[in-house]
């Protein structure tokens, strides 16, 4: 499809495979193989498997559908689509590093991306330095003669920190390290990572791609030499393959993908103005607001602010600020109590006791998630409702 054509144009109309019989929306090929005419055909087809249909853990329509309009989105040459957001982590990191090898990452990360990083990969011998995703330089002072791979989680899960893309991805250059970054909490709608000096796009479609909470998938977007040639090949063996009705799934998410996002970062920027302005909230993170540290960065390299909003709740004691937090979470009748993220539906989530709760005390105290620290992701209620299902436990 024509690269020149505006987004919301391309999350309707790319990756649009049509089958002989005409159909105007996208099929789902539910099937694990393909049949040849011929043992030739076979043959062939088996030799080129990246460009043929031969068997659904290499390659189905349907999928290459979700690949092509999640690339066209993205601004990137191609992608592969993974079974969740951790097996693209899995698979970007099986690809392209070996035994030996360094990466630099941000410490603010998801906490499973964190668990890999910080246990599961040591064992294959990738170690990794975890630096402040802010400061530029412990980015180039972590660099070693065997640094290989960036990773960058921005604006950052819980607390919404932004990082400079374009800054780091010219030091990532001059350290010849594959610069990765997970686009997950804002999606290509606010937020083009590749325009910005990056190499390698992650995706949990999970989250804003498919948008209504229903299937698990992840993406890896890049350059068609590295997609092809390193991460084709890894995804083909090893078999973190998304399924075909998953694809489909988030062909139909990704056509609404800007409304959505657009609207639930308006409702959160006007709930954090709220929540800044309330008597029993002691913090408001949210890119949106003027007073978050990082605003300008993410006014130059976000559309908007993006769904999610971070609270920290007053009191004396850690004790006091727990029992703060879940009053309020507790008190909530429409919001959903649950981890998920990037949904219609608004979720409320207690991050020291519950996505982060597997993290020492110490590790929680140096990423700045206290007892006290609510967070939203906010959905496409109206927001006055979500105010007043809030305002009941503040
Ligand atoms: C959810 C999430 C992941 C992991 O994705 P899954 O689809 O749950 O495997 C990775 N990074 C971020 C920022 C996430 O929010």
Not at 142 to 158: G, Q
Not at 308 to 330: L, Y
């Amino acid at each position: 499809m024509d690269d020149s054509l505006n987004f919301d144009t391309l999350a309707v109309r790319s990756g649009t495979l049509r089958s002989d019989f005409g159909e105007h929306s996208e099929a789902l090929f539910l099937t694990s193989s393909f049949v040849f005419a011929s043992a030739a055909e076979a043959a062939e087809r088996f030799k080129n498997s990246e460009d043929y249909y031969t068997y659904s853990r290499f390659t189905n329509p349907t999928v290459t559908m979700f690949q092509e309009r999640l690339a066209a989105l993205e601004g990137g040459e191609a992608c592969m689509a993974t079974a969740s957001g951790m097996s693209a982590i899995m698979s970007v990191v099986m690809s392209a590093l070996q035994a030996g090898d360094h990466l630099v990452s941000s410490q603010s990360l998801f906490g499973s991306t964190l668990g890999m990083f910080s246990q599961i990969f040591t064992r294959f011998g990738i170690t990794t330095t975890f630096v402040d995703p802010t400061d530029l330089d412990a980015w180039k002072n972590a660099v070693r003669p065997e640094t290989k791979m960036f990773f960058l989680e921005t604006p950052s899960n819980p607390l919404t920190e932004i990082a400079d893309i374009e800054a780091i991805s010219k030091i990532a250059k001059s350290a010849n390290a594959l610069f990765v970054v997970d686009n997950c909490f804002c999606s290509p709608a606010l937020q083009q990572p590749l325009k910005l000096g990056a190499d390698v796009v992650m995706h949990s479609a999970t989250k804003f791609l498919d948008g209504q909470g229903r299937v698990l998938g992840g993406a890896l977007v890049g350059s068609k030499q590295f997609i092809m040639e390193k991460v084709f090949p890894f995804v083909r063996s090893a078999g973190p393959t998304l399924s075909a009705f998953n694809a489909w799934i988030l062909l139909k998410g990704m056509e609404t993908l800007s409304l959505r996002v657009e609207r639930q970062s308006a409702n959160a920027l006007e709930i954090a103005r709220w929540l800044d302005q309330h008597p029993a909230v002691k913090r408001v993170f949210y890119p949106g607001l003027e007073s978050h540290p990082q605003y300008e960065i993410a006014k130059r390299q976000q559309k908007a602010g993006g769904a999610i909003v971070s609270f920290e709740m007053k009191g004396d004691t850690p004790e006091q600020m727990r029992a703060n937090a879940w009053r309020v979470i507790d008190g909530t009748k429409i919001c959903s109590i649950t981890g998920n993220l990037g949904d219609t539906r608004t979720t409320i989530t207690h991050p020291a006791t519950t996505t982060h709760g597997r993290l020492s005390e110490e590790a929680r105290a140096a990423a700045g998630i206290t007892e006290g620290l609510i967070r939203l992701a906010v959905g496409l209620e109206d927001p006055s409702d979500i105010r007043g299902d809030l305002a009941k436990g503040l």
